[in-house]
Structures are given as structure tokens and as C-alpha cells.
């Protein structure tokens, strides 16, 4: 399995609502990651999970809150969200630092498509 | 993290060779450099990557220059696949920190 599994792959919610973003992977990867992307805009790093603690948190609001079950699963927890939060949400896996492992790139999921309402 | 500038757009006719160019003049000694593409609508999608070599693989072939302080992404034989947003990335090896720049539209155009 090369794949990251991102569920829902579209999602409406309202500014009210409590809803999950959902990133499955099969590779082995220890790292993990949640970009945020807006129209016409890349991808902007949002957390990193390696070794399913959270290493790196760019400063995101607490209205966003991560998890990470396992080694394979990884949540994206909504809460209170505006409308300019509206934007594709990117997970990605790589292989994380330990002994043997080999540079390699980030394998990123289709992403969910997220509209605040 | 260095960072990297690249053209905003570019046009390749079909069939021919698509030579995308990144300056990364601030590089340091260990960090990578990466390629990366994004078609319309879908996750971004590892291409390649080098420290100082010229690396090939079944998508594509980078070359760093001697000094690393650029490289350029050539994809073969272009298709209308092709069309996507490519970005040229420098980072640490198994750094956490993949920071996406604007990147290069490249249009291939039958």
C-alpha cells in the first residue's frame, strides 16, 4: 500500500459545528503531517506528528486540534471554525529519523475539500 | 530552511523536453533539494530529489550545478499530463519542515 486515505473528501460544516478530519496510511511512515491550502495559494504546514507525538505546531489556532491514535492514523479535530478557515486540508507521511532510514519525499493524500458555512 | 525562487509560469509543447529551473543560492552544505507537483485539484506529488548529484528517475531527471546554488527539473517528453504546479523545495535530510513557495505553473500545450 503507497497510498495516504484521506476521509471525507468533502465536508460542509457549520461555524457551530464539531466535525473530524480523518488521514490513513499503510507505508510504515512515522511521520505525519496536516498543510492547509488555499485557492491558488501552496500548501501551508499546519502540524507534524513523528513517532505519533507532535513535534511541530505552526502556530495554529486551537480551534484545530490533532491527533494521532497510532502509527497508521492521524485526526484533524474541528471545532468553532469561520468561514475563512474554507481551504483543501493536505495530510502527508514520510519516513521520520532513525537508524537506516533513507531520505525519501512525503506521500500527500487527495486532501479534504472544507466549507464553513 | 534555504529558501527558493523559481519562474511564477511556463509553457512546453507536447512531446518535448520541460526544463524547469530553481535558484537556491543560500543552500547549505547538508540540505536536499526536492521536487514536488500538484495537478489541479489533487495532493501534491513527490517527483525527486538530490543533495549534489544528478539524479534520474522513471518521472523525471534533476541536475544541481557544481556550486548548488541552483538546479533544474526536466521532465523528457512533456504531456498534456503534466500540466501542474511544480515546486522546488531545499530542506534538511529527514527534516520535518517541507515549506512549499509559490512554484512554476507549467502549461504543456498540444
Known amino acids: 500500500d503507497t497510498e495516504v486515505t484521506q476521509t471525507p473528501k468533502h465536508l460542509v460544516m457549520g461555524m457551530t459545528n464539531k466535525k473530524s478530519l480523518k488521514c490513513e496510511q499503510h507505508?510504515?511512515?512515522?511521520?505525519m503531517y496536516w498543510y492547509k491550502q488555499k485557492a491558488k495559494k501552496p500548501p501551508e504546514l499546519m502540524f507534524v506528528?513523528?513517532?505519533?507525538?507532535?513535534?511541530i505546531n505552526e502556530s495554529v489556532p486551537s480551534r484545530f486540534s490533532p491527533e494521532c491514535p497510532n502509527s497508521s492514523l492521524l485526526n484533524l479535530h474541528l471545532h468553532a471554525l469561520q468561514p475563512e478557515d474554507s481551504a483543501l486540508y493536505l495530510c502527508?507521511?514520510?519516513?521520520?529519523?532513525?537508524?537506516?532510514?533513507?531520505?525519501?519525499?512525503?506521500?500527500f493524500g487527495s486532501g479534504t475539500r472544507l466549507t464553513v458555512v | 530552511d534555504a529558501k527558493t525562487t523559481q519562474p511564477t509560469s511556463m509553457d512546453c509543447a507536447e512531446g518535448r523536453a520541460a526544463n524547469l529551473p530553481c535558484n537556491h543560492s543560500?543552500?547549505?552544505?547538508?540540505?536536499?533539494v526536492y521536487w514536488y507537483r500538484q495537478i489541479h485539484s489533487q495532493g501534491p506529488q513527490y517527483i525527486i530529489h538530490g543533495l549534489k548529484n544528478n539524479e534520474t528517475n522513471e518521472m523525471a531527471s534533476l541536475i544541481i550545478t557544481e556550486d548548488r546554488k541552483s538546479s533544474t527539473l526536466i521532465l523528457p517528453h512533456a504531456t498534456l499530463r503534466d500540466t501542474a504546479v511544480y515546486y522546488c523545495i531545499v530542506r534538511v535530510p529527514l527534516g520535518f519542515k517541507t515549506i512549499f513557495g509559490a512554484g512554476t505553473r507549467l502549461f504543456v500545450k498540444a
Open positions: 543560500t543552500i547549505s552544505g547538508n540540505e536536499y
Open positions: 507505508m510504515g511512515h512515522r511521520a
Open positions: 506528528y513523528s513517532y505519533e507525538k507532535l513535534s
Open positions: 502527508a507521511s514520510s519516513q521520520a529519523p532513525g537508524r537506516g532510514v533513507k531520505e525519501g519525499g512525503y506521500t
